[in-house]
């Protein structure tokens, strides 16, 4: 539990019933928990000029305070804001500050729709462009309130119920205020005492530029996702009136209906200049060349607008949220990261115990055997095979390898084989190099066949590189080169070597692995192989390498066939007739019919006696299953080849279908997750830029107030918030939250303390969001064009 600190300090006029800025984190700064009990001066802002002339309490507040941002604060008035409804009621359906003193109306939903719609129409878009035409000729805001209406300036002590304003959110920041921002974010500092003269003031002048404010009359003028990512927009908002016409037709327009897209026609490009190419996709749903200009949208992209976690992903526990929704499934992460681990596994060169391999073979370098050693080879710790690199069941020294060691005649090939993981010095990639020991090759054009397999791609094989003879090993060897996967195992591996006994998931013992192959993987293996020899068949080929050891398991029920064109190659016959493919392809079949048999019994002794196995499976399995073994198992006939085949696992392949697309589903939310985890990443790398950077140490520009200041304070709350016994806060959906809350620039506010404890800064995450923008960086720290390949650019 951590503490949830509110600070002692008053606000005359301000609502009683109102959170305190900080609500929204239970977190204290390290200096925060130390001032518990005495009375922080809250430092606010006060617009330099104007304020110093109406406020006089507020320029001596300023003095012992560090220099902040000027602002004005805005207070909403509840008289003002009497008669209209809570928009809380038309986003939500309700407001949960009803009850705590929520000033406005919370009559029914309807009525607040359509004030809504009313809205939409009224004041707000005078104010903007009359003050944006009088600053465009002059250079400088002309209203003396402009100055303080600026986003930057109203950076503290109102707070108001979250009501996502739009028009009044978006910050009227011409070329003077932006002077002005980036001139530092001078004095905040607010006495109690003087936030009443001060807000008094800005009130008068509400509009745009207040974030916080529910102004006059423009509070609900359109909906929140219009505001939600460019303070600096300056022209018209979605649903704006021209100024002339706002009043009367703002009354007769009906309540319009909630359109979260709405905002993409308003930056569609008027000169119909380039796009950013998504008009094809939208076409797709009908839009013709309405969707076509919605696509068009102008920069920024709005990044900020990320959905939350699709519903057919598990319900978490909202604290599990942040940190899951933004980050890979851990066993997800785990599994890839051991891939990747196998990827750059290595051994140690032989002098230090390694084995004894080439350095260098034809274009292959860094050989890593993916076998253990064989019984006379070296072994033990100094071998240096990574841990979990190797199956331990295939072929370890003294466990009655089930798979055969390095150099064990190969039950298939008939040949001493041994299997290496290699890098390509051509492309950099990792390939497996299978060696077939003592082999002489007789005719060059069966090494020539292997051309062919280079050119079949399919999912479910293991891609045939290329094959070459070699003396390297100081013998006639033969390596066929294939595709790696990473810490791939065989089906013999899988489902005819006994596992060792797994811990129970309740109760932690030790128990033996369910043997028996479940029937719809058997479908699954059925239907993935049956489509890759479709692929071999229709040109003109046949595997010939239909068996358990033979056939990798990638992934989770994802097989893929191995070795192919060896047995081309090395059972080579010129004189063979015309015919002999076909029946090599006929075997194939047969061999399919085995394969299945032979998973279903766990055993390749089951072939031995087939009639009995099948009664067994008869037994075990359904009719179906048993029906197309047998079929497999016949001998050929005219009528039974692999598309036939294809016919008979007709529905197992709609099921099988279904998974892949199941599957599909879930890694691409893994992607949106990582997606957005990458934009955290963006902004913590402009922290980065900011902070603390030594040689602008004495830079009055970057010295340490204004913008940077709070980017500071803001950091070390986020990332040194301490409990209320003083412990380092390590939770990563503080993080998490706060980053998000930063990056879309939400209104609510925070309360920073500086580190010498002598003063509170109340800043919304807009504020801090704005001071770490892109503007800032471009202008004082690096080129724009290295900028420009790090963010989208800060203006439109
Ligand atoms: N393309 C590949 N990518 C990743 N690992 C592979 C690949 N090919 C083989 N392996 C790994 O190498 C190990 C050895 O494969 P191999 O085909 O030699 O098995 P085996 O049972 O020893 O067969 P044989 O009896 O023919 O020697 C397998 O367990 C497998 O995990």
């Not at 921002?181 to 109690?192: I, K, V």
Request: net charge neutral.
């Amino acid at each position: 539990m951590y503490q949830h600190h509110h600070h002692s300090y008053t606000q005359p006029g301000h609502q009683p019933s109102q959170a305190p800025p900080s609500s929204s984190s239970p977190y204290l700064q390290s200096s925060q928990r130390t001032r518990l009990s005495s009375a922080i001066p809250i430092v606010a802002p006060s617009s330099a000029s104007s304020n110093a002339a109406t406020s006089p309490t507020a320029s001596s507040s300023t003095a012992n305070s560090t220099s902040l941002a000027s602002s004005s604060v805005i207070q909403a008035s509840a008289n003002a804001s009497e008669k209209k409804p809570c928009r809380n009621v038309a986003i939500y359906g309700r407001c949960k500050y009803e009850s705590e003193g929520c000033p406005f109306d919370h009559g029914s939903t309807s009525i607040s729709s359509a004030a809504a719609g009313k809205g939409a129409s009224l004041s707000s878009p005078v104010t903007s462009s009359v003050s944006k035409a009088k600053t465009s000729s002059t250079g400088t805001p002309s209203s003396p309130l402009k100055g303080a209406l600026s986003a930057r300036n109203a950076a503290a002590a109102v707070f108001v119920p979250k009501v996502a304003s739009s028009a009044t959110q978006r910050s009227t920041v011409d070329d003077a205020a932006e002077k002005s921002l980036l001139s530092g974010m001078g004095e905040m500092a607010l006495n109690p005492p003087t936030f009443a003269s001060s807000s008094a003031s800005a009130l008068a002048a509400s509009g745009r530029g207040t974030p916080t404010s529910f102004g006059t009359g423009t509070a609900y003028e359109s909906d929140g996702m219009s505001n939600a990512f460019d303070p600096t927009y300056t022209g018209p908002l979605p649903g704006q009136q021209d100024p002339g016409h706002s009043g009367s037709q703002g009354i007769l327009q009906p309540a319009r209906h909630f359109n979260p897209y709405e905002h993409m026609a308003d930056y569609v490009d008027p000169g119909g200049g380039p796009g950013l190419g998504l008009g094809g996709g939208l076409e797709y749903y009908g839009g013709g060349a309405v969707a076509t200009a919605a696509a068009k949208v102008r920069q920024p992209l709005q990044y900020h607008l990320y959905a939350p976690p699709l519903p057919h992903v598990s319900n978490l526990h909202p604290h599990h949220l942040s940190a899951h929704a933004f980050f890979l499934d851990p066993n997800q992460r785990d599994e890839l990261q051991r891939k990747q681990e196998a990827m750059h596994a290595s051994v140690p060169p032989p002098e230090l115990g390694g084995p004894n391999l080439p350095e260098e073979l034809h274009v292959y370098h860094s050989l890593v055997p993916l076998e253990h050693p064989g019984a006379g080879a070296p072994s033990g710790p100094g071998m240096g095979l990574p841990a979990g690199l190797i199956d331990p069941r295939m072929g370890a020294p003294g466990a009655n390898g089930a798979t055969g060691a390095s150099g064990d005649p190969s039950k298939v090939f008939g040949y001493r084989s041994h299997s290496y993981k290699a890098i390509c010095t051509l492309d950099g990639k990792r390939y497996v190099l299978r060696r077939l020991e003592g082999f002489r090759l007789q005719h060059e054009t069966a090494i020539g066949l292997v051309e062919r397999w280079r050119r079949i791609r399919h999912p479910s094989i293991v891609s045939v590189r290329e094959a070459f003879t070699t003396r390297a090993f100081g013998d006639q060897s033969i390596v066929f080169v294939y595709d790696y996967h990473p810490l791939s195992t065989t089906l013999y591996a899988e489902h005819m070597t006994p596992k060792p006994p797994q811990p129970d998931r309740r109760t932690g013992r030790l128990q033996a692995v369910q043997m028996q192959t479940p029937e719809k993987v058997l479908w699954s293996y059925l239907c993935q192989l049956t489509s890759v020899l479709r692929c071999i068949h229709a040109s003109g080929m046949a595997a010939r390498c239909i068996e358990p050891s033979k056939i990798l398991r990638t992934g989770k029920n994802r097989v893929r066939l191995n070795c192919c064109s060896i047995f081309d190659v090395i059972a080579y016959d010129p004189r063979a007739p015309a015919s002999a493919m076909q029946t090599y392809q006929d075997e194939d079949l047969v061999n399919l019919g085995k394969l299945i048999l032979s998973l279903c019994c766990n055993s390749m002794t089951s072939l031995q006696n087939i009639p009995k196995s099948l009664e067994t499976i008869g037994r075990t399995y359904s009719a179906d299953l048993k029906n197309v073994i047998l079929w497999l198992l016949n001998k050929p006939s005219s009528s039974k080849n692999v598309d036939e085949l294809g016919r008979l696992l007709s529905t197992r392949v709609s099921d099988e279908l279904d998974s892949a697309l199941n599957y599909n589903d879930l890694l691409e939310n893994s992607l949106m997750r990582e997606l957005e985890n990458g934009r955290l990443v963006r902004l913590l790398c402009k922290f980065g830029f900011i902070n603390e950077r030594p040689e602008f140490d004495h830079d009055p520009r970057w010295a340490e107030t204004g913008d940077r200041y709070i980017i500071k304070l803001f950091r070390d709350y986020v990332f040194h918030a301490v409990d209320e016994a003083g412990r380092p806060v390590v939770d990563l959906s503080h993080i998490l939250t706060n980053l998000n809350k930063l990056d879309a620039g939400v209104d609510e506010k925070i309360m920073l303390t500086s580190r010498d404890e002598q003063s509170c800064l109340v800043v919304s995450y807009r504020e801090v969001s704005l001071g770490s923008s892109g503007s800032l960086l471009q202008q004082i720290l690096i080129p724009r064009d290295s900028f420009d390949s790090f963010s989208p650019p800060p203006h439109p």
